[in-house]
Structure formats: C-alpha cells, structure tokens
C-alpha cells in the first residue's frame, strides 16, 4: 500500500470546553481533490489551521507522506510543501502582484528563475492588467487569485483552499473552477466550499463534517443523497 | 525597468548628495556650524535606524533609545579604559545588538503581539535610565570609567585615527567621519533592502502569516532586523558621546525614544531618506526655537507632531513622491501624453480593470 500524502489518526483540538475538532481519521492519497464541506463551526477551518501548524492539536497526529508534523512550526510544514488560501486572503496588501509573487517564489528558487516564475503566474491567472498594482487596491476576487498564485509559486505537493470562490461574480467562480481542475492536474487540493452548485463542478470525493467530526465520506451523488447530510446540512441552508 | 532605473537615480542623487556635503561643509561652515551639522548627521543614522526596523520591519520599538544609550554609554566607558576609540566602537556597535538580539528572541519567538513589544522595548528603557541614573558616587565604576549617575560623564575622549590614541580627529575630521558613516548606512541599509532578506523582512511587515505559510521563518527576519536596528543605534550613541566629549542618563530618556519616533513621522518612516530629513528638521527647529525665549520648544514639538499626525500621516517624502510629484505630472500630462503615457503609474496605482480579468 502507498504512503497517504495526508493522514491524521485520531485528530482532536477544544478551545477550553468546545469540541472544534474531534477524533478525526483523516486520509487523502496523492493527486486527488477532496472537497470539504459541513454546517458553519463543523470544524473545517480548525482543520486546516491543524494540518498548517496555526493551531497544534489537543491529541492526536498528523503526518504528511509518512512524515509526523503534528509539532513542526506553521513556516516549516510550508516548507514541506503544504500550501494554503486562507478564508479571507492573506496577501501582502502593501506590495505590488509581482512583488508578492517575488516572496513567494524566492522561497525555493533563485535568479532568473524567480522572474520566470512569477510571469508564468502572472499569466497563468490572468493578472497581467493589474501586476504592478498594489494588491490592496485590487477587488475581492482579483485578491483571492493573487493569494492562489502565491500558493502555486511556491510549487506545493498539497494545497488547501479555504472557500476560494466566496465573494466572487458568477463569471470569477466559474474560472475558479476551471483554475482548480486546472491546478489539479499537477497538484493534490483540498477545497473547503459552501456554495453547492460550485462543489458539484468540482467535486470526485466529498467529506462531511459535521460539529467536529466526519458524518461520511463519499462520492458526490452519495453525499448529496443521504439523508444524514441533507438535514445536518443541506436542509439547513434550503430553510435559511 | 524604468521602476528600477528611477528607484536607483533616487538613490544615486542622495549618495551624491551626502559625498558633496561631506567634502564642501568642513570648508563652507564655520566649526560652530559644522559641529552643529555633525550632531544632524549623528541624529540621522539614528533615524535611520528605526526605520529600518520600524518603517521596514514593522517592529514598533518604542524605547529605541534603550540601544542609543547603551552604544553611547558603551563607547564612553571602554574608551576610557581602553584609552583609543577603535575597539570601544565596536563594542558601542555589539553591546546594543546583543541586547536588541536577547530582547528581540524572547519577543518574536514567543509571538508577543505589536503593542507589547512597544510597551516592553518602553519598559527596558525606562529600567535602563533608572539604572544608569542611580549610580552617583565613587562606588559606581567600570574599571577606570566613574559612571557619575545623573550628572553623567564628562570628558570623554573623541575618536581618534584607529590605533594612534594621540592623534585624534578634530571637528572637521569628526564631521567627514560621521557623514561617512551615515552614507554608509543609508546605502547598505538600501543594500540590504534589495536582497531577499530585505523583501521578506517588508513582507513580515505586511503579513506575518502569509509570510510563513510560504516557508520563511517570520521570527528569524524580525530578531536579525531588531539587531541590525539595535547596532545602528549604538553607532549613532557612539558617535553622539564622541561628538560631545559627554554622555548622561538622557541619551536613555523616554523623550530621546519619542524624538526618534517623532523624526520619522515627520519624514516618513516608510522611506530611508525621510526619517534623515525628518531628523535634521526636526533637530534644527529645536534648536533654533531655543534661542528664543517666547514659545515653548517642547509646545511646538508637540505642536509640529500633531499636525503630521492629522494632516501628513505618512511624512513628508512619502506625501511628495505620492501625492504631490502625480499631481506635478497630472498638470504637463496634456503635453506629455504621447511621449509618456504610463508616467505616474509607480506611485499612484492605477488598477486597471479594462473589461473581465
């Protein structure tokens, strides 16, 4: 059997009495993408923010092919390969496309190379209008493509995007989408989403959390026909 | 490209600048002047040190004068044993970089927040002053050093030739050392700007978070700038004790701490070459409101501040290069506009949002 390229065994993290993540067996195998979904405070983002380091676990581990980095620092488990789009993007507002794309490619190459690489994601997600604009100034959805580039310049072997297509028109989650098949091709992604029709685009497996742990896993028409699902989840946001 | 030629002729002028006025003020200003000038340059690299770590780091010190008066402190007291300046400026340049690199890993690494790194780099100075304060009377000595406790410490010798304790430099001597020194540090600090080390260190400033996500270590880029920060103004306190032959507890004082602050608000702490204005301003206009006896000098300070805070927030040279020279442009663009249709965009983005992305 082959290594996972992410596995947690019994994952657990509580803020003081709230259970945010609990008991979670986690697994992904390389080159997949995985869709995350569940109610507001199912304890995806927790989630990712254990994966990434942001918050260590209250019990259990996580390894990344094979490796424990249940203890590394947030910047070392970057350095491993894992990359991530926060909810809300976290970008270096202050400095131009091209400069953030700079940092984020200076990581691991040098020279010429750095250039190269962020013209080839400055016209991988179309930035090219506004590269030499600060970010700060740019609108929602252009953000969240910049925070997508920073992640691809790093080259990651994993990349967890957390709600990427919020905020953005139609037209924005559309490309979105074809953005993250895209980027599937070359690299293993879990997606965190809220929007439905945007999951079904691009969903082949989908968990379910559910108040901190996994209600099941499964293919898109298996998730989105059972019933468990459909009232922790899909009921709620058809009645909202 | 056009950027990068503009950045460097910015630069390149300043360099100019500072290497002019260091050969032609010893002949153009009288020693009064010139000592006075020498003093302005003291107070640049001491700005400039800030910045650095202020305006580029985005570390918040606001007890800079912690490391100012240490460096000063730390000169005076060598020299005096040591009996020839050469050694006692290294020393003045390592002592605060050591305490700026203990202060800086117990603050970075345990991931203080911005505010209590301003309270504890406040509080070290005020501990300092007291310290330093308190020890009138012959029991206080380092060696051969009296420490003299709030009346300081008087004749201490000048900076001499490097290992000829005789000889050493007179004021015009002293005055082309010191702008020597703040050239120095006005390049290497744009030096390092460039590098890596340099971009990641405004991207900390940025966002600390993203800066890890992409694998650098964020605490490691504050606590090597810290230190950068804290040697630079222990040369600026070496050169101030060296400059006046004296140095006392005040060099640790909040108000020298909030001087600095106050310098770089004025010039712009986001830029190298404000903070340096800011500071020659700033220290100017003190001492000429101190001829007089009408106003206060600490009412206008006060007053001076409170205008940039409302009014320039971001200092002088950030408001010239961004506001004012794209308004200059706006005016001739009529002419210009064939010739030069993308003048301006530097440093007024104009985000261009022709059509769908």
Redesign the interface.
């Given at each position: 059997m082959t290594t996972p390229l992410i596995e947690t065994r019994a994952l657990s993290r509580h803020f003081g009495g709230v259970q945010a993540v609990r008991n979670v067996d986690f697994t992904l195998a390389e080159g997949e993408l995985r869709c995350l979904i569940g109610p507001n405070g199912a304890g995806k983002s927790t989630f990712f923010k254990l994966i990434t380091g942001q918050v260590k676990p209250s019990s259990g581990t996580v390894k990344f092919r094979g490796i424990d980095i249940t203890t590394l620092q947030a910047h070392q488990i970057a350095r491993l390969g894992i990359g991530i789009k926060t909810q809300v993007p976290s970008v270096f507002d202050g400095l131009s496309v091209r400069d953030n794309l700079w940092i984020a490619a200076a990581r691991h190459k040098k020279g010429k190379a750095i250039a190269r690489a962020v013209e080839a994601q400055v016209e991988r997600l179309l930035l090219g209008a506004f590269a030499d604009s600060a970010v700060g100034q740019l609108a929602h959805g252009q953000r969240q493509w910049v925070e997508l580039g920073l992640v691809l310049c790093g080259e990651p072997n994993l990349i967890l995007l957390d709600e990427p297509a919020a905020g953005m028109t139609e037209e924005e989650r559309e490309r979105t989408a074809e953005l993250i098949q895209d980027v599937n091709r070359d690299h293993p992604l879990i997606v965190v989403e809220h929007d439905m029709s945007f999951i079904r685009r691009i969903a082949r497996r989908i968990t379910v959390f559910d108040r901190g742990a996994i209600l099941m896993e499964g293919d898109v028409e298996e998730v989105f026909g059972n019933q468990a699902v459909r009232d922790v989840y899909l009921g709620k946001q058809a009645a909202a | 490209m056009i950027?990068l030629v503009r950045s460097n002729v910015g630069i390149a002028a300043a360099g100019l600048l500072g290497l002019a006025l260091l050969i032609g003020l010893p002949f153009a200003l009288d020693t009064y002047s010139l000592l006075q000038a020498t003093l302005y340059v003291v107070f640049s690299i001491l700005a400039l040190s800030l910045a650095f770590i202020w305006g580029y780091g985005g570390i918040l010190c606001f007890g800079h004068s912690a490391f100012f008066g240490l460096g000063a402190y730390a000169y005076a007291v060598a020299v005096i044993n040591i009996g020839e300046s050469t050694l006692p400026v290294l020393i003045a340049l390592t002592l605060p970089a050591l305490l700026a690199a203990a202060l800086g890993y117990f603050m970075f690494y345990a991931r203080i927040s911005d505010v209590y790194v301003g309270v504890i780099t406040l509080t070290v100075t005020l501990i300092l002053y007291n310290v330093v304060n308190s020890t009138a009377g012959p029991q206080y000595h380092i060696g051969e050093a009296m420490l003299g406790g709030f009346n300081g410490m008087p004749n201490v010798p000048s900076l001499n030739i490097p290992f000829e304790p005789d000889d050493t430099l007179d004021p015009e001597g002293m005055f082309v050392v010191c702008m020597a020194a703040l050239l120095i540090v006005y390049l290497g600090l744009h030096a390092v700007l460039r590098t890596?080390f340099g971009?990641?260190l405004?991207?900390v400033?940025?966002?600390e978070?993203?800066?890890?996500?992409?694998?650098?270590?964020?605490r490691l880029h504050k606590l090597v700038a810290f230190s950068i920060g804290g040697a630079l103004a222990g040369l600026a306190g070496c050169l101030f004790t060296a400059w006046g032959n004296f140095v006392s507890p005040t060099a640790f004082s909040v108000v020298q701490s909030a001087q600095i602050i106050i310098w770089l608000m004025v010039g712009g702490a986001g830029t190298l070459v404000g903070p340096v204005i800011g500071a020659i301003a700033i220290s100017w206009l003190t001492v000429e409101i101190g001829t007089q006896q009408v106003v206060n000098a600490n009412m206008v300070l006060g007053a001076v501040l409170l205008v940039f805070v409302l009014l320039v927030p971001k200092g002088v040279v950030p408001m010239a290069t961004e506001r004012l020279l794209p308004w200059l442009r706006s005016l001739r663009r009529p002419m210009q506009a064939i010739r030069a249709p993308q003048l301006g965009?530097?440093t007024a983005?104009?985000?261009?949002?022709?059509g769908?992305?």
């Open positions: - | 950027r890596r971009r990641v405004v991207a400033r940025e966002n978070q993203r800066v890890e996500f992409l694998g650098y270590d964020a965009s530097e983005p104009q985000v261009a949002r022709g769908k992305a």
